[in-house]
């Protein structure tokens, strides 16, 4: 039986190949984060189904490349790969909303506090969306917080020490929502 884990490895070792068509077992290895021997019986796994294809080049080199096949079971893993990730972010941004429209009650204010990246952005197309009840701001810069009943939502480690060391409390939302 095979595991979300194990199908997840053969997606990543199935793209690599498509990619990289030179690929040996010890890149596989490092790209994957298997080791060689598990790489190995993949591989042997993925030979078996005819996803792919092996071509001895001496007798100590190897190269692999993608059948028709394992090309389209590439594209479906991959389009299901897409489906489950979006669905979770659905459920994260549902999560999210649900928590701070929970902490509105007492707050009319909240404040989101971290780094400019994905989940930022998560945040910044919520307030966009008027998703929450209390006004929602997202600050990246320490320098404009101040110390405040406001509560300040974080999601990065690094802005609950840089906080802390202002003398600001912070929660982690992520705790909060329990992903």
Do not use: C
Not at 4 to 28: F, M
Not at 53 to 82: C, W
Not at 108 to 122: A, H, N, R, V
């Amino acid at each position: 039986m095979y595991t979300e884990s194990t199908t997840n490895k053969e997606l990543a070792i199935l793209s690599y190949i498509d990619r990289n068509s030179n690929a040996t077992q010890r890149e596989l290895s490092e790209h994957v984060g298997m080791s060689l021997g598990a790489i190995n019986l993949l591989l042997k796994r993925l030979l078996t189904k005819g996803l792919i294809k092996m071509d001895r080049l001496q007798p100590n080199s190897v190269k692999y490349f993608l059948t028709p096949e394992g090309l389209a079971n590439k594209l479906e893993r991959t389009y299901h790969y897409i489906i489950r990730t979006y669905q979770e972010i659905d459920t994260l941004r549902n999560r999210i909303v649900t928590t701070v429209n929970i902490l509105s009650e007492k707050h009319k204010e909240i404040i989101f506090y971290g780094p400019q990246d994905d989940f930022s952005l998560m945040v910044q197309d919520l307030i966009i969306t008027d998703s929450f009840t209390a006004k929602v701001t997202l600050q990246h810069t320490i320098q404009s917080l101040h110390t405040s009943p406001i509560p300040i939502l974080i999601w990065h480690n690094d802005s609950a020490k840089a906080l802390q060391k202002r003398g600001l409390k912070s929660v982690n939302i992520l705790g909060m929502i329990s992903i």
